[in-house]
């Protein structure tokens, strides 16, 4: 059992529409990631929370906007999306220093029509 | 920075075989080394970890790696094959000196036929 819960699982959206993805832990971790995964690709790092502020991140287009409200919480809003944004949205914590040792979320499968 | 190469994006093997998954790391500085595993339409889970401390590192399901800074490896292996070791692996670096990003290598599917 996943302790990264993300919703919703599967996302179908519009070019024109705006949705959010979110995810939730409750290991008292203090660092939050968004991650993107392409079809038989490794992970892409997007976004990097620490202490609720952000402190990466990896030139991501402005369509995809994070948010942190606190230190369970992260959201990544969408708005605007292309085709190619079509992927795997993959949330992960950490205790707090950046060692490595990810807990990941089961995804957020986004289709972009 | 740091980088790592997985070598062959597919293995396969039988039930009972070794499974052995290759991983070869780029570090200017002393890394830390991971096993990632990710099941269909699942997310990452972590397998194991190299921190510098004991370079056999013994994980999860059965699986271990041994750090070998002669050889910048970091192999991921199995003695024997079960039909739910199919999945996807990725092995990972960063640095111990920091904020770093976690550097995943591409990644190679296990495959296991009866």
Sequence with gaps: DTEVTQTPKHLVMGMTNKKSLKCEQHMGHRAMYWYKQKAKKPPELMFVYSYEKLSINESVPSRFSPECPNSSLLNLHLHALQPEDSALYLCASSQDWYTGELFFGEGSRLTVL | ?114
């Design chain 2, 1 to 114: 920075a740091q980088s790592v190469t997985q070598l062959g994006s597919h293995v396969s093997v039988s039930e009972g075989a070794l499974v052995l998954l290759r991983c070869n790391y780029s570090s200017s500085v002393p890394p830390y080394l991971f096993w990632y595993v990710q099941y269909p339409n699942q997310g990452l889970q972590l397998l194991l970890k190299y921190t510098s401390a004991a370079t056999l590192v013994k994980g999860i399901n059965g699986f271990e790696a041994e750090f070998k800074k002669s050889e910048t490896s970091f192999h991921l292996t199995k003695p024997s094959a079960h039909m739910r070791d199919a999945a996807e692996y990725f092995c990972a670096v960063s640095s111990n000196t920091g904020f770093q990003k976690l550097v995943f290598g591409t990644g190679t599917r296990l495959l296991v036929s009866p």
